[in-house]
């Protein structure tokens, strides 16, 4: 059954009836339910529409009760709606399960009825039989049915189901489905039992079943047997509807069949196929591509793999051919380096190229849109290596034949050229680009003037290799442009066989052998010159035979012998020239030389023929021909006049060590590069001589290098003046004293001298001075201390103990009781006032005693904490707004007493100080310079008049305001303090605008 025609069937039923899928959309629905829910619910209900989107109460229950029916549960909801008369209406809507044959629940079937409340139940049963019997005339005009019972046994069957089964109504009435089942042939069910079994516990079934009726006629049913259920009396019987799809099905199972062939096809095809979205999305693929993209491949195991997106197509080019193929829209076929493979080779893995041969077209659809992309990978591998190799070979041998140090020129049977190399261009003068097939060696006005045109007949007509030399002079030829005019040629001729039309060619190669040919008679001139060179140097050759032991001496070899006129020599008369302790000498290095080809060079003494002693030296060395030594050959020099010359030169050097040896300084002799040549007895005491000389002094004492000794070298060299300082080398702990002087030849003489100690005695001597210094400075600031002390004292306690005896004489004098009793009160505050000056000159004395107090390391914003917690209430009650920068420096080592003190007698001024117009404020900022710590304290108080009281602003006990607090100690503590740690503190102000004081703390 169509769709269209299931639509007509549903329509055709009274009772409202609708199939939803698994999404909760409507499949199909009849005109019945369509009113109906358009009536009360104003919903258009059309096939496709979602139950989910609208949001009313009664559409959530109907959501719940299919969310229950696709879990497999058949289940009834009661619902209700109200007229436009006021009425309720209530509706009884069943959603049943639609099972396929795996009993996956595939669709749920919605059936709604209206229900009256306290209807009878004999009038429901009327009413669905009633019903029962319209669904019957209209589906037994399109489809197979067939009523059972309780028990499974057909109570009824329509006509269309006895005309498709192609039996009589009886042969089914009566009959248990089961035997039904049984008896019909083909691939019903595979378990009639099971089937019965499901029936009955409620469920619905649903398949497509094959069959075959009496006449061996295929049929195709999709079947569904319904429950017939009652409210009370539960199951009471089955419907069974089905419909002949027999014509579908066989169109299905041919187009399944031939998708099975071709796909059989594609997938064992030996090239790799792979389809994919025009996006480039992978959507199936053969078994060759599998291999080709290896087990782990995303596409291979199923994960969502886009080719575009792959960074290593953009590499190999597989990207940019399916680009191609969709901006064609046509085929493309390109020859790509997909990947590349191991291969184990002997225990050794090789990792290969592997190129594909790679075809990409699309499938245009009908609207001429690209539906999907193909591509074909074809494997060429071995194909594309040997072409490669080939390509590489000739390559290969085209470098060598163009880089050929000769000349090359390849040439047809006509003479003409085929192919010339670069040193052969270079050698006709052919500029780059210009045709080289333009030369013909037969028709060359140069090759017909050498008879070059004549070799290349004889060799192409005999068929053999022909070498001869050329010599060519070009003297008389304008044309000729190279400055040399005359050229020597060893000329190559040979044929060879075009492998492919199987022509004779000629190959000629040209080697230009002028420069060996000019070589050769400079030689020769050479020759004689060596001759009169080895006259002029005394040097003559000779010559031992290893074999025959014939020994032959050059011509100025005899004449050092003072032999003039030359006859042969022998071995053993040679010998008789040396003298005997130089016969051993020149025997044992011939001997060695002969049998072990140990090369010698000695200096030995001979007694000419004339009896003249001549110091003379005798080189030797042996000479192989198939690992065997077949000769010694060497030179003889008379070293007389320079052995000489030596031996005075070792005589002066020796004076002169002994001259260096003597003076109290030590002495080096360097090469401007800083290689030692020369040291004398007092430098090797202070470097090690064998470590040194010989050597550059920079590569032995590397940290030398960047020295003021190293920068003072360089003056010296550049400037060639002498050039003297002192320098300190920690490496070896010392002082030295140097003097530089340039050479005439370019050395440099060093002199130096330890005066360590010296520097050690100057150091102490510094030091004892500065010691004395600072005692001195000491002494005189105890003494200014001392004065400033005895002035505080008799200026701040004279007055005082004037009152003081000024009080006492009057109470003396006085008789009456209470005026003694008040001089009594008024001595006591003299007292205390005396007593409170003691104690502050004591503090100030001990401040100024107790010079070893000890540092620490302090936060200044710890410490300023600690003085915050200490002024509390007064910080409160004076609304202060304190801020602070420690950043540039956060701490110094200082007396912790010292310190908060210090911070303390800042913050409670800015207290005492404030202005009574403004919040008062105290900013406290930290520095450092030149190794120094300032601290900064500025303030917005009431300031102080610098020029009226500047001079006594941290004197003891002086105030300049009328704060009843104010009692002058705090700065002349505060200065005291700093002072004594070496440090001093200056002040800036400005009335009525604020006042900063400055400090600065000198390092310990």
Same mark, same amino acid.
């Given at each position: 059954m169509t769709v269209a025609l299931l639509g007509r069937v549903l329509d055709e039923l009274q009772e409202s009836l609708a199939i939803i899928d698994l999404r909760h959309c409507i499949l199909q629905c009849n005109t019945s339910l369509q009113n109906e829910v358009n009536k009360y619910l104003g919903v258009q209900l059309l096939p496709g529409f979602n139950l989910q989107i609208p949001s009313s109460n009664t559409l959530k229950r109907i959501n719940n009760a299919i969310d229950t029916a696709i879990a497999g549960e058949k289940n009834t909801i009661l619902l209700h709606a109200h007229e436009l008369s006021g009425n309720t209406v209530f509706y009884q809507c069943t959603l049943a399960p639609l099972k396929n044959e795996q009993q996956q629940v595939e669709a749920v079937l919605l059936t709604v009825k209206q229900a009256q409340q306290n209807t009878?139940?004999?009038?429901?049963?009327?009413?669905?039989?009633?019903?029962?019997?319209?669904?019957q005339q209209a589906i037994d005009t399109c489809a197979m049915v067939a009523v059972l019972d309780e028990s499974t046994s057909f109570l009824q069957v329509n006509d269309f189901f006895c005309n498709a089964m192609e039996l009589p109504a009886h042969a089914f009435v009566g009959q248990s489905l089961a035997n039904v089942i049984n008896n019909i042939q083909g691939e019903v069910v595979s378990c009639a039992n099971e089937l019965v079994n499901t029936l009955k516990s409620g469920q619905t079934w649903r398949a497509e079943v094959n069959c075959a009726s009496p006449t061996g006629k295929s049929l195709w049913i999709d079947a569904a047997i319904y429950p017939i259920e009652h409210a009370i009396q539960g199951i009471t019987g089955y419907l069974l509807i089905g419909f002949d799809?027999?014509?579908?099905?066989?169109?299905?199972?041919?187009?399944?069949?031939?998708?099975?062939?071709?796909?059989?096809?594609?997938?064992?095809?030996?090239?790799?196929?792979?389809?994919?979205?025009p996006e480039g999305f992978s959507v199936d693929m053969n078994s060759a591509l599998r291999d080709i993209l290896g087990p782990g491949h995303p596409a291979v195991i199923g994960e969502p793999y886009n080719l575009f997106n792959d960074p290593l197509n953009y590499r190999n080019g597989l990207r940019e051919l399916l680009?191609?193929?969709?901006d064609s829209r046509g085929p493309i076929k390109k020859e790509i380096l997909l990947k590349y493979t191991e291969h184990p080779d002997h225990g050794v893995t090789r990792i290969q190229p592997t190129y594909y041969e790679v075809t990409g077209f699309p499938v245009i659809d009908q609207q001429n849109n690209i539906s999907f992309l193909f591509l074909i990978l074809s494997e060429i591998t071995e194909k594309k290596l040997a072409e490669l190799s080939l390509e590489k070979s000739e390559r290969l041998l085209h470098t060598i034949v163009e880089n050929l140090p000769i000349g090359y020129m390849q040439f047809d049977n006509f003479g003409n050229a085929r192919r010339i190399n670069q040193t052969q261009r270079a050698f006709l003068g052919l500029q780059e680009g210009e045709s080289e097939h333009k030369y013909n060696m037969i028709d060359h006005p140069f090759? #017909?003037?050498?008879?070059?045109?004549?070799?290349?007949?004889?060799?192409?007509?005999?068929?053999?290799?022909?070498?001869?030399?050329? #010599?060519?002079?070009?003297?008389?030829?304008?044309?000729?442009?190279?400055?040399?005019?005359?050229?020597?040629?060893?000329?190559?001729?040979?044929?060879?066989?075009?492998?492919?039309?199987?022509?004779?060619?000629?190959?000629?190669?040209?080697?230009?052998?002028?420069?060996?040919?000019?070589?050769?008679?400079?030689?020769?001139?050479n020759q004689d010159f060596l001759l009169q060179t080895g006259a002029i140097g #005394?040097?003559?050759?000779?010559?031992?035979?290893?074999?025959?032991?014939?020994?032959?001496?050059?011509?100025?070899?005899?004449?050092?012998?003072?032999?003039?006129?030359?006859?042969?020599?022998?071995?053993?008369?040679?010998?008789?020239?040396?003298?005997?302790?130089?016969?051993?000498?020149?025997?044992?290095?011939?001997?060695?030389?002969?049998? #072990?080809?140990?090369?010698?060079?000695?200096?030995?003494?001979?007694?000419?023929?004339?009896?003249?002693?001549?110091?003379?030296?005798?080189?030797?060395?042996?000479?192989?021909?198939?690992?065997?030594?077949?000769?010694?050959?060497?030179?003889?020099?008379?070293?007389?006049?320079?052995?000489?010359?030596?031996?005075?030169?070792?005589?002066?050097?020796?004076?002169?060590?002994?001259?260096?040896?003597?003076?109290?300084?030590?002495?080096?002799?360097?090469?401007?590069?800083?290689?030692?040549?020369?040291?004398?007895?007092?430098?090797?005491?202070?470097?090690?001589?064998?470590?040194?000389?010989?050597?550059?002094?920079?590569?032995?004492?590397?940290?030398?290098?960047?020295?003021?000794?190293?920068?003072?070298?360089?003056?010296?060299?550049?400037?060639?003046?002498?050039?003297?300082?002192?320098?300190?080398?920690?490496?070896?702990?010392?002082?030295?004293?140097?003097?530089?002087?340039?050479?005439?030849?370019g050395n440099i003489s060093i002199f130096t001298r330890n005066i360590t100690y010296s520097k050690k005695l100057q150091r102490e001597l510094r030091k004892a001075n500065?010691?004395?210094?600072?005692?001195?400075?000491?002494?005189?600031?105890?003494?200014?201390?001392?004065?400033?002390?005895?002035?505080?004292?008799?200026?701040?306690?004279?007055?005082?103990?004037?009152?003081?005896?000024?009080?006492?004489?009057?109470?003396?004098?006085?008789?009456?009781?209470?005026e003694r009793g008040m001089y009594v009160g008024m001595l006591d505050d003299v007292i205390r006032n005396i007593d409170e000056t003691l104690n502050d000159l004591l503090e100030v004395v001990q401040i100024r005693k107790d010079l070893n107090v000890e540092r620490?390391?302090?936060?200044?914003?710890?410490?300023?904490?600690?003085?915050?917690?200490?002024?509390?209430?007064?910080?409160?009650?004076?609304?202060?707004?304190?801020?602070?920068?420690?950043?540039?420096?956060?701490?110094?080592?200082?007396?912790?007493i010292y310190l908060d003190s210090i911070l303390q007698?800042?913050?409670?001024?800015?207290?005492?100080?404030?202005?009574?117009?403004?919040?008062?404020?105290?900013?406290?900022?930290?520095?450092?310079?030149?190794?120094?710590?300032?601290?900064?304290?500025?303030?917005?108080?009431?300031?102080?008049?610098?020029?009226?009281?500047?001079?006594k602003i941290f004197g003891f006990r002086k105030t300049f305001h009328k704060n009843k607090d104010a009692k002058g100690i705090g700065l002349f503590i505060t200065k005291s303090q700093v002072e004594a740690m070496g440090g001093q503190i200056k002040v800036e102000s400005t009335p009525n605008v604020g006042t900063k004081f400055i400090i600065t703390f000198r390092p310990e």
């Open positions: 009878s139940l004999v009038n429901d049963l009327l009413l669905a039989n009633s019903k029962l019997k319209h669904i799809i027999s014509s579908r099905k066989e169109k299905e199972i041919a187009a399944q069949e031939n998708e099975r062939f071709f796909r059989s096809i594609l997938e064992n095809l030996p090239v790799g196929l792979q389809q994919l979205t680009q191609e193929v969709k090759a #017909k003037l050498f008879e070059l045109d004549k070799l290349f007949m004889q060799v192409l007509q005999q068929g053999k290799m022909l070498r001869v030399e050329k #010599k060519l002079d070009f003297t008389n030829e304008p044309s000729w442009k190279r400055a040399q005019k005359t050229l020597f040629l060893d000329l190559t001729l040979f044929p060879v066989e075009d492998p492919v039309d199987k022509d004779q060619l000629i190959v000629t190669l040209v080697n230009d052998i002028t420069v060996e040919k000019n070589q050769a008679l400079e030689n020769e001139k #005394k040097i003559g050759g000779w010559e031992l035979d290893a074999k025959t032991q014939k020994l032959r001496w050059s011509t100025q070899t005899y004449h050092i012998h003072e032999l003039y006129h030359q006859h042969d020599i022998t071995l053993e008369g040679a010998l008789d020239f040396y003298t005997p302790e130089s016969r051993s000498i020149i025997e044992k290095a011939a001997k060695d030389c002969m049998e #072990k080809g140990i090369p010698y060079d000695v200096q030995v003494e001979i007694v000419t023929a004339h009896g003249n002693l001549v110091v003379v030296r005798s080189i030797g060395q042996p000479e192989y021909k198939n690992g065997e030594i077949v000769r010694i050959h060497g030179v003889l020099q008379d070293i007389t006049e320079q052995f000489q010359m030596r031996y005075e030169l070792t005589q002066n050097a020796e004076l002169m060590r002994l001259f260096f040896d003597t003076i109290d300084m030590g002495y080096a002799l360097m090469d401007q590069d800083g290689t030692v040549n020369f040291m004398n007895k007092k430098a090797g005491e202070m470097l090690d001589t064998e470590t040194v000389v010989g050597k550059n002094i920079f590569d032995v004492f590397p940290w030398l290098v960047g020295t003021t000794f190293h920068a003072r070298v360089k003056e010296c060299i550049t400037g060639q003046k002498p050039v003297s300082f002192f320098n300190y080398l920690p490496e070896l702990d010392k002082w030295y004293e140097f003097l530089l002087a340039p050479m005439q030849n500065d010691q004395l210094s600072n005692l001195n400075k000491y002494l005189v600031n105890q003494n200014k201390q001392l004065e400033d002390f005895a002035h505080i004292t008799s200026h701040n306690l004279r007055a005082p103990i004037a009152n003081l005896k000024a009080l006492m004489q009057i109470y003396k004098e006085t008789d009456s009781q209470e620490e390391n302090l936060q200044f914003v710890d410490r300023l904490q600690k003085i915050k917690d200490i002024l509390l209430v007064d910080i409160e009650t004076s609304n202060i707004m304190l801020t602070y920068d420690f950043s540039s420096a956060p701490s110094i080592d200082y007396p912790r007698n800042l913050l409670t001024n800015a207290i005492k100080y404030r202005s009574p117009n403004r919040r008062p404020s105290l900013h406290l900022r930290t520095w450092t310079l030149d190794g120094n710590v300032y601290l900064s304290a500025e303030d917005n108080g009431i300031g102080i008049d610098l020029e009226r009281f500047g001079h």
